[in-house]
Structures are given as structure tokens and as C-alpha cells.
Antibody, heavy 126, light 108 residues
Framework: QVQLQQSGPGLVKPSQTLSLTCDIS??????????WNWIRQSPSRGLEWLGR?????????DYNVSVKSRITITPDTSKNQFSLQLNSVTPEDTAVYFC????????????????WGQGIRVTVSS | SYALTQPPSVSVAPGQTARITCGGN??????VHWYQQRPGQAPVLVVY???ERPSGIPQRFSGSKSRHTATLTISRVEVGDEADYYC???????????FGGGTTVTVL
């Protein structure tokens, strides 16, 4: 059973960098059957997929165009975890942030999320 | 960009059937997934690949799909089914995950 445990600060100042980590247990960050995702949720934007990292002989990333210029998702293979960095944050980035394991659907796309972290509420405020 | 449309709310009496729709252009060409989210908790997958249930999800939860609409059906609704429900697809054109806006199910 895959479990994801998130950690990171709940308060970030405007213009600074939001950094969160997701520890993986019950699976490997190298899994060729999964992708490792960050998703956020706010009243104004609903559930918003931010991006993912995955390993297929080498590391790949996909990012939502809405944050592509500010986001980095990186694996830490020594700790079996992955992290989110979101630069130049504004109050619009205030949200609950989730990490999630992406499973492949019957069409072969990294379609759905059966395992989620507990969520961390991040507030961007001075 | 691709969009999914859900009704904001659905109300249903205990024991009755709730149907939550998710509209999208040619949604029949996409695999649709559904999540239940209770307040303060992470979403829980209840249906994947249009009609499949993960282990541990009651048979009362079922999914279906037509050309432009996917539907999550909750039979014999219980008070514990009160939650927000979200549909989700993978958009192959943009290589993005897309979520619907969510539907709040209220059990009267």
C-alpha cells in the first residue's frame, strides 16, 4: 500500500519560494508504473494539477502551463521522495497542496490518482 | 483548453439515487476518473477508467459515459456519502490533467 507523507512550511512570504516535500513509502520513486505529481486546491481555482516527474530510463517532467515558468519538481532518489519548488509566489498561490501518485489508465496515459498525501495548507502572506 | 463541467450541487434523500454529471467535448474519447472529497481530507478515488472501482469502494458507486457526458451514480445513498465529487481526465492535446469544478452532494 502506497503512502505519501508531505512536509514543508505553511507560510511563505510574497516573492519567495514555496518548497514542499513528499516522502514515498510502499513504492519507489523509480517506479516505471507511476508518475509523481503535485496538485493544489483553492476556492478560486478548484483542484489544479501543477506537474509531475517520472522515471523511464531517465527523468522526465511535465508542468501546467499556468505555472511552467515558476515550477520545478525534482526527485530525491537517496530519500525516495520528490519535491515541489514554486518561485516568486503571490497571494494567488495560497492553497492546499497535495502530492499524489499517478497511475496509468487503460489507454496508457498517466491518468488517475489512487494515492494522495495528506495535504498542506500554504498561505502566501507577509 | 479542455474543460469539464459539473453541476455545483446535487441533493438526494437517503436511500435514493444520486447522479452527478460531468460534461466535456467528446468526453467519450477520454478515460474519466471520479473522486470523493470530504471536508479537510484529500480526495479519494471512487471510479477510474469510466467504470472501474478501486478495491474497498462499495458497489453503490458506478460510472458511465456517453458522447459528451460522464456520470457518477451513487445508489442507495447514505448520509456518509455527503461530500464533494470531482471528475478528471487526461488531456492528450495539452498533456495536462483536467479536473471538473466539483459537485457537492447533500443528503437531505
Amino acid at each position: 500500500q502506497v503512502q505519501l507523507q508531505q512536509s514543508g512550511p505553511g507560510l511563505v512570504k510574497p516573492s519567495q519560494t514555496l518548497s514542499l516535500t513528499c516522502d514515498i513509502s510502499g513504492d519507489s520513486v523509480f517506479s516505471n508504473r507511476a508518475a509523481w505529481n503535485w496538485i493544489r486546491q483553492s476556492p478560486s481555482r478548484g483542484l489544479e494539477w501543477l506537474g509531475r516527474t517520472y522515471y523511464r530510463s531517465k527523468w522526465f517532467n511535465d508542468y501546467n502551463v499556468s505555472v511552467k515558468s515558476r515550477i520545478t519538481i525534482t526527485p530525491d532518489t537517496s530519500k525516495n521522495q520528490f519535491s515541489l519548488q514554486l518561485n516568486s509566489v503571490t497571494p494567488e498561490d495560497t492553497a492546499v497542496y497535495f502530492c499524489a501518485r499517478g497511475d496509468y489508465d487503460s489507454s496508457g496515459y498517466p491518468g488517475f490518482f489512487a494515492s494522495w498525501g495528506q495535504g498542506i495548507r500554504v498561505t502566501v502572506s507577509s | 483548453s479542455y474543460a469539464l463541467t459539473q453541476p455545483p450541487s446535487v441533493s438526494v434523500a437517503p436511500g435514493q439515487t444520486a447522479r452527478i454529471t460531468c460534461g466535456g467535448n467528446n468526453i467519450e474519447t477520454k478515460n474519466v476518473h471520479w473522486y470523493q472529497q470530504r471536508p479537510g481530507q484529500a480526495p479519494v478515488l471512487v471510479v477510474y477508467d469510466d467504470t472501474e472501482r478501486p478495491s474497498g469502494i462499495p458497489q453503490r458507486f458506478s460510472g458511465s459515459k456517453s458522447r459528451h457526458t460522464a456520470t457518477l451514480t451513487i445508489s442507495r445513498v447514505e448520509v456518509g456519502d455527503e461530500a464533494d465529487y470531482y471528475c478528471q481526465v487526461w488531456d492528450t492535446n495539452t498533456v495536462h490533467v483536467i479536473f471538473g469544478g466539483g459537485t457537492t452532494v447533500t443528503v437531505l
